[in-house]
């Protein structure tokens, strides 16, 4: 992080969080570390780098109009699950000493490269499942009350940090009846959204936010998440995603050591 000077790094990293976001997941491993060479506390950083990258999942799921259309029914209780997970995971981590999460980073970072390695099988067993799946019309539709309680639960730790959990969400979403992968990526993108957005008020409210890099960061990583969201119909995901592991076990490594 320190061949180019801290504001240099933060430009770069939020634009790339945003596209990685919409991609494939995994910007919080750019952002992150980005905002902490600028001086931050870490958790006044995590809380900037939650409100920075928010706008650029809002954007993504917009671009994902034409996939949620076609599980409308299911957008209320993945909103509503990810919004109390959310609120719930914000306030654990405002709740938490400095000291305290400054240790934990390394091991969430560490996490959040695990739960992308899980990825990769995840979505083999999601392409096998949607093979075998009986067709639209004799297939039951997902239970919206599962999906509210495992979005909550997952929504917790996206509230608290969130790097990685685009896996648990699609994970949740796939076990619960949804097969088509754009459709799963599309909620997952709604969820996040949704969590991070609570937990973005949550900070900015209790005033944990640095406006003079966040401004900076939600702009550029808004117009990544846009850009990702258009790519990520057409890029191929895993060279992407072992380069995803790979910073993550890297920054995970640095943290260690440091």
Request: net charge positive; charged share 10%; aromatic share 10%.
């Amino acid at each position: 992080m320190h061949f180019l000077p801290p504001s240099v790094w933060l430009v770069i990293a939020s634009f790339l969080a945003g596209t990685l976001n919409a991609v494939a997941g995994g910007g919080s491993f750019l952002s992150f570390p980005a905002l902490l060479s600028m001086g931050l506390l870490p958790i006044h950083a995590n809380a900037t780098n939650t409100v920075a990258l928010w706008p650029g999942q809002l954007t993504s799921a917009v671009a994902f109009r034409s996939e949620l259309r076609k599980n409308a029914r299911l957008i209320l209780p993945v909103a509503a699950g990810a919004a109390v997970g959310g609120v719930t995971g914000a306030l654990v981590l405002l709740h938490t000493g400095q000291q305290t999460f400054s240790h934990l980073v390394p091991w969430l970072l560490l996490l959040a490269s695990l739960l992308f390695w899980a990825s990769a099988p995840l979505s083999a067993w999601l392409k096998r499942r949607a093979a075998a799946a009986p067709t639209a019309a004799g297939a039951a539709p997902p239970s919206r009350w599962r999906l509210f309680f495992a979005l909550a639960i997952v929504a917790v730790y996206i509230g608290y940090f969130g790097a990685g959990a685009g896996f648990l969400i699609m994970s949740a979403v796939g076990l619960f009846g949804v097969t088509d992968l754009h459709e799963i990526n599309a909620l997952k993108v709604v969820g996040a959204a949704v969590a991070n957005g609570v937990a973005a008020i949550t900070f900015v409210v209790r005033g944990a936010v640095e406006w003079r890099y966040c401004l900076v960061a939600m702009v550029l990583a808004a117009l990544g998440g846009y850009l990702g969201a258009r790519l990520s119909r057409r890029i191929q995901g895993p060279a992407l995603r072992v380069a995803i592991i790979g910073l993550g076990l890297s920054m995970s490594a640095y943290f260690f050591v440091r």
